[in-house]
């Protein structure tokens, strides 16, 4: 099986330390092949410098500290670079880059973006997404920092999320270092559930467009239920495809098609005039942990971006005040402030919880061909989502303690099977588009984008910044921690809360229905002579 998604993340550019030591290396050499805590390390008496030095303060019987006194050394420091050791087989340019970047941001989330809009009304949608996306961005940027400076520290080309996770947490405080042992299958947890959630979008997505267009335009009595067990055969199929390099040219062709429908969903936005009519500026104040956990999903690509940057010919491109990254998200939030504003203006509270479903394909055939084109797209995409779940639980886990078995390779089409099976029995479960994009974003994304990038940074630099420093990254990233604990916490609550609501409907009309049709017909009987 191919290697580990997440091991191609990168990272990136920031305050890093000016110098480093040999001695440095070898103790992060032996100890990544005995204890998984890493020796704490003290800051230089200058903040300008970050190489650790010696504290006199320090007692000679304090074991943990890892003490370097550069002076006494008397010996060249050697200087690592790590975009100077990346062997990358075939680079991708900055335009390649930032394609890539807008294709992976643009899927299912942008088209749930005019519902989003009607939880929170047109103005305040507006500048909530922009607030979002502006955190998001800075979180993004902090990740990437972090793990740049791991990496000279390390002496090593680049870092997965998972084991920069883990070193920034062993190179804390005290109480980081307990759980830094933890760290990488936090965050593997984190990573899993959102790429289910994500495979359960599209699931729900793909059988609500075709369900959508079966029963308005070829007036067919289907259910959304249904239409997953008519595509569930293909998803475990396309599961079982082990090499993402036979799903590439699907993916290129499901490229040109999203293009076409978004083009073609922009002029059904505007061919009439939309209009401010009958549409709140604000939305209700209880709906807007579901604008907040829509435009999250929507908006966070922290799967992506670091494999992005690590594949790059000239990376030290990618951040910066007019770099890759700051571009390519100041059009993907024009882009999702636009595709919401004009959305919801055009449809108003009606907005479904994907803008496809609001075309007329009862009336008109290029509307259920949009939909029926989007739905093989993320169909498609499906696949790759589901791959990175896959990969987790096979590299990570099941397959590892699975080398010497004479039957792995069918044990691990079992667990593609299985993981398909799951997003699929989660998805029928309760079929709601807009509550699953919400409930995942907020779950997931809020810790993944948001509070796991502030605590990694903070442990980053903990020993190397100047006591004033460390007081105003505390402040700035408790806060952040904060933003996110409580979008985590009401937006995942609020989610499930709208999940039961409708699932108790949804068992009241059908029990209500059995009820009128066996009163019915009991009234039938008795008239019968």
Not at 331 to 346: A, E
Not at 348 to 365: K, Y
Request: charged fraction near 15%; aromatic fraction near 10%; glycine fraction near 8%.
């Amino acid at each position: 099986m191919p290697k580990n998604i997440f091991a191609e993340m990168g990272s990136q550019v920031g305050l890093t330390p000016s110098r480093q030591n040999k001695q440095e290396a070898e103790e992060w050499s032996r100890s990544r092949s005995g204890s998984k805590i890493n020796p704490t390390f003290e800051p230089d008496c200058l903040p300008q410098s970050l190489s650790p030095v010696k504290d006199e303060k320090k007692g000679s019987g304090d074991k943990g500290i890892f003490l370097v006194n550069l002076n006494e050394m008397n010996q060249e420091v050697e200087e690592y670079e790590p975009y100077d050791n990346r062997v990358v087989d075939h680079p991708t340019t900055n335009i390649e880059t930032l394609l890539h970047l807008l294709k992976g941001s643009l899927g299912t989330g942008i088209l749930a973006m005019p519902h989003a809009f009607s939880n929170a009304g047109y103005v305040v949608g507006s500048i909530g997404t922009i607030v979002i996306g502006v955190l998001c961005s800075y979180c993004i940027h902090v990740l990437l920092d972090s793990c740049y400076v791991m990496c000279k520290r390390r002496k090593v080309p680049s870092m997965t999320y998972t084991a920069v996770a883990e070193a920034a947490l062993s190179e804390g405080p005290d109480w980081c270092k307990a759980c830094a042992p933890y760290a990488a299958h936090v965050v593997n947890v984190f990573l899993l559930i959102y790429q289910i959630g994500t495979c359960c979008v599209y699931v729900v997505f793909v059988s609500e467009n075709i369900q959508y267009v079966l029963t308005q335009y070829f007036e067919l009595n289907v259910t959304v239920v249904e239409v997953m067990l008519w595509i569930l055969l293909p998803l475990v199929l396309i599961n079982w495809v082990r090499d993402l390099k036979y799903l590439a040219p699907f993916s290129g062709f499901a490229n040109v098609v999203t293009i076409v429908g978004f083009a073609i969903i922009l002029y059904y936005l505007f061919r009439e005039a939309p209009t401010l009519e009958g549409k709140a500026p604000a939305g209700k104040l209880a709906n807007f942990p579901l604008f907040f956990g829509t435009v999250l999903f929507a908006l966070e690509a922290i799967g992506v971006i670091l494999p992005l940057e690590n594949e790059m010919k000239t990376p030290k491109d990618f951040v910066g005040s007019f770099g890759v990254l700051n571009r390519a998200m100041i059009t993907i939030i024009i882009l999702y402030v636009g595709m919401g504003l004009f959305g919801y203006l055009t449809y108003g509270d009606s907005a479904a919880g994907s803008i496809t479903l609001n075309l007329p394909s009862d009336t008109e055939l290029l509307a259920s061909i949009v939909q029926g084109l989007l739905a093989f797209a993320i169909f498609i995409t499906h696949g790759l989502a589901c791959y990175v779940a896959i990969d987790i639980v096979w590299n990570e886990y099941i397959g590892t303690r699975l080398h010497n078995s004479s039957h792995r390779i069918i044990w691990e089409y079992v667990v593609r099977t299985c993981i398909v099976l799951i997003t699929f029995g989660i998805a029928a479960a309760v079929p709601e588009l807009d509550l699953f994009i919400s409930l995942f974003g907020a779950l997931c994304l809020s810790a993944l984008g948001l509070a796991f990038p502030a605590i990694i940074q903070s442990c980053t630099y903990w020993y190397y910044v100047s006591d004033s420093e460390r007081i105003r990254m505390i402040i700035k990233n408790v806060i952040v921690v904060l933003f996110g604990a409580l979008g985590l916490v009401v937006g995942t609550w609020t989610s499930l809360d709208g999940i039961i609501r409708k699932f108790s409907a949804h068992h009241v009309l059908n029990a209500t229905a059995a009820i009128t049709e066996s009163t019915i017909l009991n009234d039938t009987l008795s008239v019968i002579p």
